[in-house]
């Protein structure tokens, strides 16, 4: 089957298999970050990739790509869409990589949260506490995966409002990263999944919501 590659995503070994969607979703299925300011709208122009093969697999440019100054072989990662089964090769020209701020100045917690959810959006940090001590154990940061929704929550919870179902696909690129932080965990300190007996998440309002999956569109009204 075709697939679509990331020659900069794990040095082009792994793709994914084309559908009919655009290049972001196809990033983000894969995992590959593709800034994307706007969430998607065409707006911001963030995410300009350059299509080193498989030009022909694509749609022609929206109107929003052709208002950017864009070169032959530019697209909007949120514009162009697969139409035929072709193997598309896509340079990302921002992937964004940056350092987390993962500690606090006390690692004892009279609370004893489990995971604890940094108050940025930009990053989740998840931290695991003993729960007889206090004591922090470990702690794992990620950048937060629904940065390729949209740069800030506003974009973000704008996105759920304008496409179906997405409020539960934002919700679930989180648990995923949770549960990969887990097995992570695993992977250095052995089972602990039976061990964790309460989880504690902190976040802004957007956040917050999108973890337990409520709807968030009100959170973007503006009262007069
Ligand atoms: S133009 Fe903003 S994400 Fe594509």
């Known amino acids: 089957m075709a697939q679509m590659i990331f020659p900069q995503y794990r040095k082009g070994k792994v793709g994914i298999d084309i559908f009919p969607g655009t290049i972001l979703e196809h990033a983000r299925k894969l995992g590959v970050e593709i800034a994307s300011e706007c969430g998607g709208?065409?707006?911001c122009g963030k995410c300009i990739v350059r299509i080193e093969r498989g030009q022909d697999g694509l749609s022609e440019k929206t109107e929003a790509e052709k208002s950017f100054n864009l070169g032959e072989d530019e697209r909007l990662a949120c514009q162009a869409k697969v139409v035929k089964p072709t193997d598309i090769y896509v340079f990302v020209r921002e992937m964004g990589e940056y350092t987390i701020l993962a500690d606090t100045v006390e690692d004892r917690m009279e609370l004893n949260p489990f995971v604890?959810?940094?108050?940025?959006?930009?990053?989740?940090?998840?931290?695991?506490?003993?729960?007889?001590?206090?004591?922090?154990?470990?702690?794992?940061?990620?950048?937060?995966?629904?940065?390729?929704?949209?740069?800030?929550?506003?974009?973000?919870?704008?996105?759920?409002?304008?496409?179906?179902?997405e409020l539960k696909e934002l919700q679930q690129v989180v648990v995923k990263t949770i549960n990969e932080s887990l097995q992570e965990l695993e992977g250095d300190m052995g089972e602990i999944r039976n061990s964790i007996y309460e989880a504690v998440a902190v976040g802004n309002s957007t956040m917050r919501s999108i973890f337990f999956g409520i709807d968030v569109s009100t959170l973007c009204v503006e009262s007069l």
């Not at 003993?130 to 950048?143: F, M, Q, V």
């Open 116 to 165: 604890y959810n940094q108050i940025r959006t930009t990053t989740l940090v998840f931290k695991v506490i003993d729960l007889e001590s206090g004591e922090r154990i470990a702690t794992i940061s990620r950048k937060n995966p629904q940065a390729s929704y949209g740069d800030d929550v506003i974009s973000r919870a704008g996105y759920t409002m304008n496409h179906e179902g």
């Open 41 to 43: 709208e065409g707006i």
